[in-house]
């Protein structure tokens, strides 16, 4: 147990003597406090278990012996005859039983008794029960069980003597006498004494015991006369009482987790058994303290001795491992060489053959040893500083920089983390460690799990960007983009030992690229897509379209005179408006339509599942009604119109950009047609938009190459005639296509912005005339509506008047009714400041517009032009009469100056002389004429 000491050569075995000190106490210690309590507590009960036993019993047995000596005497009387009960009547006599009765009995039941009382009561039958009588008939003698006696009206036990002739039964001598008497007297007996017992009958009947009431037992008795034991008793109790019943010897038996120990003895006088019975477990409780005591008291013993010999040895041992240990605490302070001057001692304690001489020639050994490595220990303890210094550097590098480094096992679970990847993940370190890198990759990510593990065991290293969840949940937690790389450290052998992923968070950059994207197909004002994002989803589903499972219509659309709501409201109004319109039409969709916002004040929708036209005019109407709402902007309430063009995949073509085109050229074709309406694309109308891009690239040419003129229509005062003016009007000459009629090229350059490039030729082209001619008359020029809408007309205006120096009085802008109308307060203002510039008005066409008068008499004109269709079907229409004689009229009260427009006959023009409408131009006069002869013409009288 402990270290043998060796003191002077002497080996001292403290140990060993100390453990048989230690044995020999324990056995003392045993053999007092327990052993001896033990054998004293058996033999007091042995005693007390004899003392019970012998003085129950014997009460007992004077308790039933009278019975057995009155039954005795009567048998010593009988006489064996056949006529049993007549010839042995008188046996009876002189025979007494206090409290019970004698009785004589024939083989079949009759009964005559000490008791003249009791034999009436019993009607002649036999008291005993018949399987008590029957068992007494098979002996010579014996006892009954307990039974219940009618007369007597307790439980009684009988005794019988049976008397044969040969195998014959002739008679039976009995008595009985009450139990319920003794049975009290033994049940006080074991309330008043520490020793427990119960009564059996040799017959296997329980006649007391404490645990069990006797009315319990006696009814048990008599309902389960077959399994009487079973049927109360606890298994262990009836095992003993049927099987053990002899009372002999001490015996045992079971009961409900416990052993009961039984010593029996039979009663004299009688067919009982007293057994004493006590519990293991209360014997034992008694002891349990001493036990206690005693393992307490072997402790004590066993540290008391530990300590003892603890002290002693350390003693001794501290002075020979002193002397050991000073060559290690010099060798500990560098002193490696001052080792060799304990090599004697170490030598002269070799012959001393104790425990220590294996130490000191070890450490003899290992001072040789030491020495010869201490060279190369030093030289790769300066290699580690050199190491651990560049190891230290670049973890210091790792820290500042914005990876993150984590080592993984080759399964990929977090074996090392620094503070900035438990950041990254959300977590505690040693919540960390031992998790799956995979476990923290976002779910919408799962698929690349499978992908990153393959390549890294085909190629051992994988890379790319992945999407992280902190602490592992998804619902709640922030979602991080990281640039990850995973690469392997392996062994000697090339095999891969750990892994090391680096991180670097991305997060920032994706949002920048979100945002980007945002901007890219996200329209800023009004949060719809833009034209790039629906061009991509228009050529998406015209490839599913192509393959026959898709039809869709596509909705192109502006909103009608945007204009004039930004130049009233301003841009602030305008953006208000788009906005207000995009989030009404949005209201109206669904979740697979697409609505874009293309540009300016234009739309588009792709609906899909349409089968016909009447489907896409459902949709047309609705888009018609919200532009017809008013629309609040800043107080102010706005009506507009909205211009719509429709084309559909069934019938169109299978390309994304010329299904826009198709639908662009049905807007423009339903804005033709009056606006605030639609119109479907045709075949039909994309050869006349063919033949408009055609003609608006040869008019660009034209522009460009001067293959474009001014002719002069003379306008004559009829009353001289006198020439009062030329009316310029654009002829087009091509190289290409010949001449080209105004009626044909003027509308298509008005929707388009050639007609700002064709006006400003115009323009520039009569301020020259006016120039070379010395007529001195006014020359008009037509304006197109979006010139007049330009903002650029008056400066224009102005520019040629100055470049020509030209009076401004001889040159006169002609507008139509329809274009003042779109804006009425905005026509005037500009009106005004064109009249400021000394330039003379007037309203072109007048009579096939809208104007009213109430604008009319504001508008600073001097001239109203009547249009040639009120004039051709003069004198001869009484209509066309009227209304040219009104307009006359009205000019003349409001102080205008009239003239009529395509006057061809003589009657024409006398009608309207006779009105008072003198100025006249029209084929009656003259055709439009060249420069040339413009310059130099002169009115003639056509007859």
């Known amino acids: 147990m402990i270290t043998l000491v060796q003191l002077n050569g002497i080996s001292v075995r403290i140990s060993t003597w100390v453990s048989v000190l230690m044995f020999v106490l324990v056995l003392v210690i045993y053999q007092l406090m327990i052993v001896k309590p033990v054998e004293s507590h058996l033999k007091q009960a042995k005693l007390l278990r004899t003392s019970v036993l012998s003085e129950q019993s014997r009460n007992i047995s004077d308790f039933f012996k009278p019975l057995q000596n009155a039954v005795q005497t009567t048998a010593n009387k009988v006489v064996l005859s056949s006529e049993f009960l007549m010839d042995n009547n008188k046996a009876l006599d002189g025979i007494e039983l206090p409290g019970g009765v004698v009785f004589l009995a024939d083989d079949k039941g009759n009964v005559v008794s000490s008791s003249e009382q009791w034999t009436l009561s019993h009607n002649g039958h036999f008291f005993i029960k018949r399987n008590s009588f029957q068992m007494l008939l098979n002996r010579q003698s014996g006892w009954t069980q307990v039974f219940y006696d009618a007369h007597l009206q307790q439980y009684v036990l009988g005794y019988g003597v049976v008397f044969r002739e040969g195998n014959n039964v002739l008679g039976v001598v009995g008595g009985m006498i009450p139990t319920d008497e003794v049975i009290a007297s033994v049940s006080t007996n074991v309330n008043e004494s520490e020793v427990r017992y119960f009564i059996y009958s040799s017959l296997g009947k329980v006649i007391y015991h404490p645990d069990y009431s006797l009315k319990l037992l006696r009814q048990a008795e008599s309902y389960n006369a077959g399994n009487y034991v079973r049927s109360v008793l606890s298994n262990g109790l009836a095992e003993y009482i049927e099987k053990r019943n002899s009372g002999k010897n001490i015996e045992q038996y079971s009961e409900r987790a416990d052993t009961i120990f039984v010593d029996a003895m039979p009663i004299e006088h009688s067919n009982w058994i007293m057994a004493v019975y006590q519990s293991k477990n209360r014997i034992l409780d008694q002891y349990r303290y001493d036990q206690l005591v005693y393992w307490l008291t072997c402790a004590g013993f066993i540290f008391v001795t530990f300590i003892f010999s603890y002290l002693i040895s350390k003693r001794q041992i501290e002075k020979r491992t002193q002397r050991l240990i000073e060559p290690f605490s010099r060798w500990g302070n560098g002193s490696i060489d001052v080792l060799e001057k304990d090599m004697e001692w170490l030598n002269k304690n070799k012959s001393q053959q104790d425990e220590f001489s294996p130490l000191s020639q070890e450490i003899k050994r290992f001072v040789t040893v030491e020495r010869r490595y201490m060279h190369r220990l030093r030289e790769e303890n300066n290699d580690l500083k050199d190491k651990v210094e560049q190891n230290r550097a670049l973890a210091q590098a790792i820290s500042y920089s914005d990876n993150i480094v984590i080592l993984l096992t080759p399964d990929l679970n977090i074996t090392i983390i620094d503070n900035k990847g438990q950041r990254l993940l959300g977590s505690s370190k040693s919540s960390l460690i031992g998790q799956s890198i995979l476990s923290f990759i976002h779910p919408h990510m799962e698929f690349i799990k499978e992908q990153l593990s393959n390549q890294l065991r085909r190629k051992g290293a994988w890379q790319g960007e992945l999407i992280l969840i902190q602490n592992g949940h998804t619902q709640t937690d922030q979602e991080v983009w990281v640039n990850c790389s995973i690469t392997p450290m392996r062994s000697q052998d090339g095999k891969t030992e750990k892994y090391v992923a680096t991180f670097q968070d991305i997060s920032s950059v994706k949002d920048n690229q979100s945002r980007i994207e945002r901007l890219a197909y996200i329209d800023e004002l009004t949060g719809l897509n833009n034209r790039a994002f629906f061009l991509a989803q228009l050529e998406k589903l015209v490839e599913i379209s192509k393959r026959g499972r898709y039809d869709f219509a596509l909705f192109y659309f502006d909103i009608d005179d945007f204009k004039k ?379």
């Open 565 to 943: 709501v930004n130049d009233f409201l301003g841009h602030e109004g305008g953006d208000m408006l788009l906005k207000l319109f995009s989030d009404k039409v949005s209201a109206t969709l669904r979740n697979e339509d697409v609505f874009a916002r293309m540009g300016g004040d234009e739309f588009a929708i792709v609906t899909g599942g349409v089968k016909s036209q009447q489907d896409v005019i459902a949709k047309i109407n609705c888009l018609l009604d919200i532009a017809k709402e008013p629309f609040e902007l800043n107080e102010h309430y706005v009506q507009v119109g909205v211009s719509i063009g429709v084309t559909m995949s069934s019938s169109d073509q299978y390309d994304a950009e010329l299904l826009l085109q198709h639908a662009d050229m049905a807007m423009y074709e339903a804005k033709s047609q009056g606006k605030n309406t639609y119109h479907f694309y045709s075949q039909e109308l994309n050869t006349i938009a063919k033949a408009r891009i055609e003609i608006e690239q040869d008019l660009l040419h034209a522009i460009e190459h001067d293959e474009l003129e001014l002719y002069f229509q003379p306008k004559v005062d009829s009353r001289g005639p006198l020439l009062v003016g030329f009316e310029a009007l654009l002829r087009w000459t091509s190289k290409k296509r010949g001449f080209v009629s105004p009626a044909e090229f003027i509308p298509i350059a008005e929707q388009s912005n050639l007609i700002l490039k064709v006006g400003d030729w115009v323009l520039e082209k009569a301020a020259q005339f006016v120039h070379e001619s010395k007529q001195n008359v006014v020359v008009s020029v037509n304006l197109s509506a979006k010139q007049f809408e330009s903002g650029h007309l008056v400066m224009n205006l102005n520019n040629v008047i100055t470049k020509y120096g030209i009076d401004p009085t001889l040159l006169e802008v002609e507008i139509t009714e329809s274009s003042l109308m779109r804006d009425v307060e905005g026509a005037i203002k500009q009106l005004e400041d064109i009249k400021t510039l000394g330039i003379n008005i007037s309203i072109d066409d007048f009579g096939t517009g809208y104007s009213s008068l109430s604008y009319l008499k504001r508008l600073p004109v001097s001239t109203l032009k009547i249009d040639r269709s009120f004039i051709k079907d003069t004198p001869s229409d009484k209509s066309d009469v009227e209304i040219t004689s009104a307009i006359i009229a009205m000019a003349t009260q409001l102080g205008l100056e009239v003239i009529a427009e395509g006057a061809e006959t003589k009657d024409q023009v006398e009608f309207l002389a006779s009105q008072n409408c003198f100025f006249i131009q029209g084929y009656f006069y003259s055709k439009p004429l060249p420069k040339n002869d413009a310059i130099v013409w002169t009115p003639e009288i056509n007859g």
